[in-house]
Antibody, heavy 110, light 112 residues
Framework: VQLVESGGGLVQPGKSLKLSCSAS????????MHWIRQAPGKGLDWVAY???????VYADAVKGRFTISRDNAKNTLYLQLNSLKSEDTAIYYC?????WGQGVMVTVSS | DIVMTQGALPNPVPSGESVSITCRSS???????????LNWYLQRPGQSPQLLIY???TRASGVSDRFSGSGSGTDFTLKISGVEAEDVGVYYC?????????FGAGTKLELK
């Protein structure tokens, strides 16, 4: 099982960013997937979940701003981040619960 | 939301000693299927979290049998029998019963 995130970077407050997570080594379409974040020096903060049938759930802090989606043909998980705030600065991990990617850094700053 | 509260360790811990990390949930994590939806993760320095224990007491694939999980519906313990250098890091408990998924604040293990 391998999960590889990409798409992070430095972005200004109010702007948007789209993260990707490329999955391999398992039948991606059969699994629900999560995005979890970790602010610098802080603990783990669950962000969003998408089921194998593409049902979605979000943390209150990101509801209405972030969108989780998946493309099973491409074995890829996405997280669209809109209206970014400084408090969204964190390492973003995609996870299958039992396997996590290495994470991608998102920095929101002017 | 379910609140997860973790205890601290008396760091630093001598190598070879056994330690227990506690975690408490604000709601029972015992589901009607008989499983208790409590996970333990280890985040080593500079790495992403690794699943150690799921369903409160089932070791994940490849995890050393020095790690064991136990508990009730709301009070949980992760025991490490004979701490080794590779065990250093932050341990998190997480509930998998409801959304939003919630984590404890983490328990840091340092080695003497």
């Amino acid at each position: 099982v391998q999960l590889v995130e990409s798409g992070g970077g430095l972005v200004q407050p109010g702007k948007s960013l789209k993260l990707s997570c490329s999955a391999s080594g398992f039948t991606f379409s059969s699994y629900g997937m999560h995005w979890i974040r970790q602010a610098p020096g802080k603990g783990l903060d669950w962000v969003a979940y998408i089921s194998s049938s593409s049902g979605t759930v979000y943390a209150d802090a990101v509801k209405g701003r972030f969108t989780i989606s998946r493309d099973n043909a491409k074995n890829t998980l996405y997280l669209q981040l809109n209206s970014l705030k400084s408090e969204d600065t964190a390492i973003y991990y995609c996870a299958r619960s039992d396997y996590w990617g290495q994470g991608v850094m998102v920095t929101v700053s002017s | 939301d379910i609140v997860m509260t973790q205890g601290a360790l008396p760091n630093p811990v001598p190598s070879g000693e056994s330690v227990s990390i506690t975690c408490r949930s604000s709601k029972s994590l015992l589901y009607s299927d008989g499983k208790t939806y409590l996970n333990w993760y280890l985040q080593r320095p500079g790495q992403s979290p690794q699943l150690l224990i799921y369903w409160m007491s089932t070791r994940a694939s490849g995890v050393s049998d020095r790690f064991s999980g136990s508990g009730s519906g709301t009070d949980f313990t992760l025991k490490i029998s004979g701490v080794e250098a590779e065990d250093v890091g932050v341990y998190y408990c997480q509930q998998g019963l409801e959304f939003p998924r919630t984590f404890g604040a983490g328990t840091k293990l340092e080695l003497k």
